[in-house]
T-cell receptor
């Protein structure tokens, strides 16, 4: 059974710092891995999607990497801004049998001005 | 519509009542998911539809929960005899479906409070 873990649960950094959020999964046989952002009281917004055959994806100041052999994905945020403050969630989808996504519990990020 | 739409955005009900939550997915998306999220937790899978059929309902917690998608578009999550423990945000997501990237697009959620 796939389990997804995100560490740390919360992170507070000064504006301008580069930072890395971690996501670990127990079953390396994944179809893809998706990173989301969630603002308080809101739904989830898709940030980046990495297919199992890919190593990384980039969008603006965000870069997500995937290492299936070690069961890890990282989300790198460059030059963090107060507007980046939110909860970041990762989710993995299994390749067959079911198309459900398993979510981590998220990392709550606060970027201080 | 442009995005996934969920109604109502907030629902307050009394213990024992029946509740329906509606999800209108992105037009053309064949896959539809229901998740439940409690405070401080990640979304918990409930059920997945491919077209009209429930391809995976393994996350439904008990037989008080039921979901339908009769025409392969709008879905309704139905909760009978609500309990206080059902209080949570119910999230709906849609995806282009099998053979595509599998990217999920979420609605804003329906916050259910059972008194």
């Amino acid at each position: 059974k796939q389990e997804v873990t995100q560490i740390p649960a919360a992170l507070s950094v000064p504006e301008g710092e580069n930072l890395v959020l971690n996501c670990s999964f127990t079953d390396s046989a994944i179809y893809n891995l998706q990173w989301f952002r969630q603002d308080p009281g809101k739904g989830l917004t898709s940030l980046l999607l990495i297919q199992s055959s890919q190593r990384e994806q980039t969008s603006g100041r965000l870069n997500a990497s995937l290492d299936k052999s070690s069961g890890r994905s990282t989300l790198y945020i460059a030059a963090s801004q107060p507007g980046d403050s939110a909860t970041y969630l990762c989710a993995s989808r299994q390749p067959s049998g079911t198309y459900k996504y398993i979510f981590g519990t998220g990392t709550r990020l606060k970027v201080l001005a | 519509g442009a995005g996934v739409s969920q109604t109502p955005s907030n629902k307050v009900t009394e213990k024992g009542k029946y509740v329906e939550l509606r999800c209108d997915p992105i037009s053309g998306h064949t896959a539809l998911y229901w998740y439940r999220q409690s405070l401080g937790q990640g979304p918990e899978f409930l059920i997945y539809f491919q077209g009209t059929g429930a391809a995976d309902d393994s996350g439904l917690p008990n037989d008080r929960f039921f979901a339908v998608r009769p025409e392969g578009s709008v879905s309704t999550l139905k909760i009978q005899r609500t309990e206080r423990g059902d209080s949570a945000v119910y999230l709906c997501a849609s995806s282009p479906g099998q053979g595509n990237t599998g990217e999920l697009f979420f609605g804003e959620g329906s916050r259910l409070t059972v008194l």
